[in-house]
């Protein structure tokens, strides 16, 4: 199979060449949303930066894409939701850029405490005026960080050597890894009238957008500054101008902006604003690891695998990835199996994680979207995958459940999927024996031993002579070999269930005579 790549921002030509080993690549950078639109259909991956704006009507035009790359953190350009809607994997390379960003950051800090941009300005335009460039230290000053995840703490160690004072806001935080930075963990209110310097490090979502704006600038330090090197929009441009303009707070040094570029932003032509073109990013260091980690990623996506760092779908730990592997085959084949066996409009889907497999952890949730791609690919249009597999129940309105137990009915462990419709309930459980054998050991409430795969005939129907005979004689009319056979009952006489493993498909018509066997209650041709 070959496939093609478009690579729509500049990416490091060492992960280009990566690609190129792999695939067809083409570069083209600087392209508007209509352009991308013309030509996205004919691609299986795209890799961007933040330059490129990937909306739903660009996924909506790509129709084989599979995998996105973004060569960086932020995803904010990239319309997640459509993405996880069609099934196409995102992935960023979220560290590759950080220890470049915090270096930026400390850059802007250091710039803006000194005015060396403002003072470099003027020595070129053949002045001297060293009164007019009075800055202030950083020494014993109390840093603010907002947002302590990668690049705020890299930044926090910084800040540590050259004596300042760091506080932090982060919801999320994990106190005791603050603690061990010599970090005070802060509410942000807390934090706001006591730094000296305020820095956001967040991502831009509903929660942060404006989080910094002319309400909490008023319990600021006068004579604060703000640096914003993560993305635009965290602080209100307007607000900050405002305050600067006033001489509330006395300068902000702006690596990004609300709209970019900020063409018309009228806060980038304040004095005691310095200002880069979002450059936190911008080092070779920092583009070859990012430009190599996508390029990884996406060749592993196209080829079948899974990305390191997908962020529409749940992530399995790589220590972990061995451990959860079978329960997600196991998973999928039950699910592939119980949506053959049941008729109706689905109601909801329950899975049951008992024994060891109560001890999956995260690995659970993807465990059950393999169970969902199982019992929905193969009922609807658009293929079902990790990624869209529970927006695609949601869409429908089936409920999803996961119920954790230390029961497991004497097996190791045992997970059992009941689906229920406005018609019935039907349930099926199965036992991870070892690594290679996965097996479904329950249907409804009868016990069995299958190795889930190929074609089977389920039937339910009276225990009593002569029925079993019946079906052998009827697939052998058909030319339908039996390759293996099991009966569960509860009690002689009652109800039975029989899985027949079959070495062919089994045609409409020969399912018409089995039905028609005299104490067959249900029958059901299955290929798992
Ligand atoms: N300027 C650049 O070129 C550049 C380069 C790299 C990253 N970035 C941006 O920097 C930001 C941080 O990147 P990172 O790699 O450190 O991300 P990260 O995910 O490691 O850290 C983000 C932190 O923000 C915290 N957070 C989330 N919601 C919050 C809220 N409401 N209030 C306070 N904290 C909150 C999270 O708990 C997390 O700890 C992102 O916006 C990223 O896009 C910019
Ligand atoms: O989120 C990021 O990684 C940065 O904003 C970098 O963006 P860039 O790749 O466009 O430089």
Sequence with gaps: MSYK??????????????????????????????????????????????????TAKVIEAADKLKFIGRAGAGVDNIDLDAATKRGIIVANAPAGNTLAACEHTLAMMMSLSRNIPQATASVKKGEWKRSAFMGVELNE??????????????????????????????PYINVERAKELGV????????????????????????????????????MKDGVRIINC?????????????AIVAGKVAGAALDVYEEEPPHSSKIVTLDQVITTPHLGASTVEAQQNVAVSVAKQCIEVLKGGSAKFVVNAPMVPPDQQDRIEPYARLAQKMGKLLIQLVEGRIESVEIEYGGKAADLG?????????????????????????????????????????????????????????????????????????????????????????????????????????????????????NINIAGMQVGRNKPGEEAIMVLNVDSAVPQEAMDEILKIEGVFTAKYAHI
């Design 184 to 219: 005070e963990v802060k509410t942000l209110e807390e934090l706001i009238p006591v730094a000296n310097f305020i820095t956001v490090h967040t991502p831009l979502i509903k929660e942060t957008r404006h989080m910094i704006n002319s309400d909490s600038i008023s319990k």
């Design 362 to 478: 995260r690995g659970s949730k993807y465990v059950t979207r393999l169970a969902l791609k199982g019992i929905l690919d193969p009922i609807l249009q658009t293929p079902v995958n990790i990624v869209n597999a529970e927006f695609a129940a949601k869409e429908r309105g089936i409920k999803v459940s996961e119920t954790i137990t230390k029961e497991s009915e004497g097996f190791a462990n045992l997970v059992t999927i009941k689906i229920t419709t406005d018609k019935m309930a039907e349930s099926v459980s199965g036992n991870v024996s070892s690594p290679e054998k996965i097996r479904i050991v329950k249907i409804g409430e009868y016990m069995t031993d299958m190795t889930p795969g190929g074609d089977v005939i389920i039937s339910r129907h009276h225990d009593v002579p002569g029925v079993i005979g019946r079906f052998a004689t009827i697939t052998g009319q058909h």
């Design 5 to 54: 790549v478009l690579v729509s921002d500049p990416l490091a030509e060492e992960g280009v060449d990566i690609l190129r080993g792999f695939c067809e690549v083409d570069v083209k950078t600087g392209l508007d949303e209509d352009e991308i639109i013309k030509i996205i259909g004919e691609y299986d991956g795209l890799l961007v930066r933040s330059g490129t704006q990937v």
């Design 141 to 170: 000053k109390v840093l603010g960080i907002v947002g302590f995840g990668r690049i705020g703490q890299e930044l926090a160690k910084r800040a540590n050597a050259l004596e300042m004072k760091v506080v932090a806001y982060d």
């Design 230 to 242: 993560a993305r635009g929009g965290i602080i209100n441009e307007d607000d900050l101008y405002d």
